[in-house]
Structures are given as structure tokens and as C-alpha cells.
């Protein structure tokens, strides 16, 4: 995946996530009952939106080898929009609402019970826990050829400038 097509995807994931948010909040507002389901949901698409929207600032700040494990979740992007969209369609108001609400009579319905609630947040866990792995995993491999490099130059007791100093040879201890 490249960095433009998989930034894009955040961007489809992250815009898709706002507009379930916003219909959640209208359903809140609506429905009395479902108020905790709702709530849940809601909460999950805004943890994924927070987790996605630092990605989509670190793709579009790093190169893709710095990266690669991140940029290799091409397929669960995709997998979790079309989860969000399947909601997205399931969320929204159909006509009969409009007509409805044309006449005089708001009637508004939670589309989905307690156990599907369940599995919907079990899977939007999910997608979160792999989108901030792969984030971990990068950070690691970043964090190990850091330290691999510093290593590499006190190794070899290669000259450094630190600030406000003038430039002084690196002593490894045993080497003299």
C-alpha cells in the first residue's frame, strides 16, 4: 500500500466513522431505550476515529519503509470501512421515517439488540487493537534500529558534535 492510496483509506475510514458518530448521537436524542447500546457503539467509532486519525498523521509524515507494518493494513482498512459503511446503511433513517415525520409522527427504532451491539463493538475492538499493533510493531523496529545505529557508532568511536560543545571523540569503555 501506498502511502497516498493507504492515507485515503484512513481518510474513507475516519469520514465514515464521523458520519456513524453523528447518527448514533441522533439516536441518543430519539431513543430512549437503546440509550447504553447506542452509547457503546458511539464510543467504539470515536475510539477507532482518535486511533486512525494519529495513523493518517504518521502515513502522511514517514516514508513507507519507515512504516511498512502499518502500511501493510491495506486489507483491514478496507474490511473495517465496509463493516462501518454495513452500519452506516443500517443506522440511517429510511423513508418510512421521512414520511413519517412528514405527518406528524417521529418513530425511531434502534436497529440493532444487545447482542449484536456485543459483536459490533467486539469487532470494532478489534480492528483498534490490530491499527494500534501494527503502530507498535513499527515503533519497535524504529526504536531497535536506533539503538542499532548508536551502537554502531560508538563501536567505531566515530566523532560527535553535541550542542554547545565542540566536537570531542567518543570513548568506548575498554577501548583504549
Not at 431513543?31 to 486519525?53: F, G, P
Not at 443500517?90 to 439488540?113: H, N, Q, V, Y
Request: charged share 25%; net charge positive; hydrophobic share 35%.
Amino acid at each position: 500500500m501506498d502511502g497516498l492510496s493507504g492515507a485515503a483509506s484512513v481518510i474513507a475510514v475516519i469520514d465514515i466513522s464521523a458520519k456513524i458518530t453523528s447518527i448514533c448521537y441522533q439516536y441518543a436524542v430519539d431513543v430512549k431505550d437503546a440509550k447504553n447500546d447506542i452509547e457503546r457503539v458511539q464510543r467504539k467509532v470515536s475510539d477507532i476515529t482518535h486511533v486512525l486519525e494519529k495513523l493518517k498523521q504518521l502515513l502522511n509524515s514517514q516514508d513507507e519503509k519507515r512504516l511498512s507494518t502499518t502500511h501493510g493494513l491495506s486489507d483491514s482498512l478496507k474490511q473495517c470501512l465496509r463493516e462501518l459503511e454495513d452500519m452506516k446503511a443500517k443506522l440511517e433513517p429510511g423513508k418510512t421515517r421521512k414520511t413519517m415525520s412528514r405527518i406528524g409522527i417521529r418513530a425511531l427504532k434502534w436497529p440493532f439488540t444487545s447482542k449484536q451491539v456485543d459483536k459490533i463493538v467486539s469487532i470494532l475492538k478489534g480492528y483498534q487493537q490490530t491499527f494500534m499493533l501494527a503502530l507498535q510493531v513499527d515503533q519497535t523496529v524504529l526504536t531497535f534500529n536506533i539503538d542499532q545505529n548508536a551502537e554502531d557508532r560508538l563501536g567505531h568511536g566515530q566523532i560527535f558534535r553535541t550542542k554547545g560543545q565542540d566536537l570531542q571523540q567518543t570513548v568506548v569503555p575498554g577501548a583504549a
